[in-house]
């Protein structure tokens, strides 16, 4: 079955704590995601990466940081500098970079830090 | 940059009763439009998209959507809604031609179905 894992679904940590947020794909695509959803806020964009060894910031940058070390995983690391990392993040891939691509979303992992 | 309104963040209706969740957004090029869905707890889901050709594009489970260029809109709709479509919906557009090929998201439309 191909498709995007990512785990744990639920997370806790203490504040102060990094955590890192994993991001598996066995579709073969090129391009990867990471998005934070909050209440009424809609999806918005951490990063993404094109390739494989090559990745952006996307609009919220600050306080995450992600590595792409291999083409099937792009895992997410919330840094204690990130001021309010309680959210539901969701992963995502597409085929490649091109904006016709639909893209693949995982099921999501809720982080809560207190 | 990209901007995508989704007039109406809660619309309630009863089974049977049609339905339309209103998308509007910005941009300064042309651009791809999409409407994901996303059931409680998980992630999203294509529900369909516009990338060229006929303004008006359906979904296998009755949604279909119509891209008015003149009035920058790509609103959905379904004549007549089952409780198994309760959900969240997202409109997205990518720019065409674009190098970076992201999404940008409205901020949601929970759709809530009544008996």
């Known amino acids: 079955d191909g498709g995007i894992t990512q785990s744990p679904k639920y997370l806790f940590r203490k504040e102060g704590q990094n955590v890192t947020l994993s991001c598996e794909q066995n579709l073969n695509h090129d391009a990867m995601y990471w998005y934070r959803q909050d209440p009424g806020q809609g999806l918005r964009l951490i990063y993404y990466s094109q390739i494989v060894n090559d990745f952006q910031k996307g609009d919220i940058a600050e306080g995450y940081s992600v590595s792409r070390e291999k083409k099937e995983s792009f895992p997410l690391t919330v840094t204690s500098a990130q001021k309010n990392p309680t959210a539901f993040y969701l992963c995502?891939?597409?085929?490649?970079?091109?904006?016709?691509?639909?893209?693949?979303f995982g099921p999501g992992t809720r982080l809560t830090v207190t | 940059a990209q901007s995508v309104t989704q007039l109406d963040s809660q619309v309630p209706v009863f089974e049977e009763a049609p339905v339309e969740l209103r998308c509007n957004y910005s941009?300064?090029?042309?651009?791809?439009l999409f409407w994901y869905v996303q059931y409680p707890n998980q992630g999203l889901q294509l529900l369909l998209k516009?990338?060229?050709?006929?303004?008006l594009v359906e979904s296998i489970n009755g949604f279909e959507a119509e891209f008015n260029k003149s009035q920058t809109s790509f609103h959905l709709r379904k004549p007549s809604v089952h409780i198994s479509d309760t959900a969240e919906y997202f409109c997205a557009v990518a720019d065409r031609g674009s190098t970076l090929g992201r999404l940008y998201f409205g901020r949601g439309t929970q759709l809530t179905v009544w008996p």
């Open positions: 995502a891939s597409s085929i490649n970079w091109q904006g016709t691509n639909e893209q693949y």
């Open positions: 516009y990338l060229s050709g006929s303004t």
């Open positions: 941009s300064s090029v042309s651009v791809y």
